[in-house]
């Protein structure tokens, strides 16, 4: 086969950042600097494009008109190369990389999410081998297929799956985890790949890229103290259409009479409420204890182990569909991209 062609797509991030000698602040610069700061990409094995946004954003500024052009750039580009790479802030990385899973059907070439915790410029800069490792597993082939079909994470020495990430913390070089699901390759000596633990999709299926997303969402997470008015604000919203409620341990939350039939109310007026742990791991069990049979009883969707940004990118994604409402529950309750088990 020949060397395989990747598309490096930039979206922004710390990885692309300089200090601004005024103010001190980071902020983006140009992508092309980017690719002179590693001349270590030439030595590659693998052709390499680059194709960036107009303006490179700090990821705190996503949202899903963006995750639409990363989309199109991916689509506009599938036939001619065989991997992608999507350099991207690290702070919302979790939240695109599970959206960009549910819009990308059919995908059968890799798409790698990566960043850094430190500028590219910088001396201890974890960018280099973020960067690396993400274009040699973006350009892996096993008789002319690529291994990694799927939507993933790359950072710190491993690939996980992108739908299953959390960032869980701000300053350590290791910025990702995948608490519910194995991670899909690991980058020491060798690059090791955990074959069985990877999507397998059907390769004759034709790409097809379902954009539409309903942002008319929104996240509660439960704590001790929660007030009627203050639920009661969320759900009568005359905007509101889904609802991830973050609830303790195995899906449970109080009985209060107010706070089921506030939630109860609000699923007949259609009103979709999906119930997430606000645990780091581990997945919801509903009708295990007696402060979550209620739940189960109104008809409360089950994340089961979704994490939460899976979560509401999933929500906005199948209202952003138009769902029948009768099958939304059992919708959403299927693995539809390795997403939950
Ligand atoms: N604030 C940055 C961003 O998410 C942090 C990073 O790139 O790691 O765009």
């Not at 005024?22 to 030595?43: H, Q, V, Y």
């Not at 695109?96 to 910088?122: C, H, R, W, Y």
Request: charged share 20%.
């Amino acid at each position: 086969m020949n060397k395989p062609n990747i598309l490096l797509i930039y979206t922004g991030g710390t990885i692309g950042m300089v200090k601004d000698s005024n103010t001190g602040t980071l902020k983006a610069f140009n992508f092309d600097n980017l690719l002179m700061s590693i001349p270590e990409l030439r030595l590659l094995d693998c052709n390499i494009e680059t194709i960036s946004f107009e303006k490179a954003i700090d990821s705190s500024n996503m949202n899903p008109k963006y995750w639409c052009i990363i989309a199109d750039m991916i689509k506009d580009n599938y036939e001619n190369f065989d991997g992608f790479v999507v350099l991207h802030g690290s702070d919302t990385m979790s939240y695109s990389a599970s959206a960009l899973s549910f819009m990308l059907e059919n995908l059968t070439k890799p798409v790698i999410f990566t960043g850094s915790q430190l500028p590219i410029g910088d001396l201890r800069t974890d960018a280099k081998e973020n960067l690396i490792t993400s274009i040699q597993l973006a350009s892996l082939h096993e008789k002319g297929v690529p291994v990694i079909r799927e939507v993933g994470l790359y950072f710190e020495y491993k690939l996980y799956r992108g739908n299953r990430t959390t960032k869980i913390n701000a300053e350590h070089f290791e910025a990702f985890e995948s608490l519910n699901y194995p991670h899909l390759a690991e980058s020491g000596v060798y690059l090791n790949i955990n074959n069985k633990f990877l999507l397998k999709p059907n390769l004759g299926e034709e790409l097809k890229v379902n954009k539409g997303f309903d942002t008319n969402v929104a996240i509660l997470k439960l704590f001790p103290g929660i007030s009627k008015p203050i639920l009661e604000a969320v759900l009568r919203s005359r905007l509101i259409k889904g609802l991830i409620l973050e609830t303790y341990g195995s899906g449970n939350a109080t009985t209060e009479t107010w706070f089921i039939d506030l939630l109860e109310a609000a699923i007949k007026r259609g009103i979709y409420i999906v119930n997430v742990t606000q645990c780091s791991g581990g997945r919801v069990n509903m009708g295990q204890y007696e402060t979550s049979s209620q739940l189960k009883k109104i008809g409360i969707i089950s994340g089961r182990d979704l994490t939460s940004e899976a979560a509401i990118t999933k929500l906005m994604y199948l209202i952003g569909q138009n769902i029948n409402p009768l099958a939304f529950k059992a919708i959403f309750e299927t693995s539809l991209r390795g997403e939950l088990s």
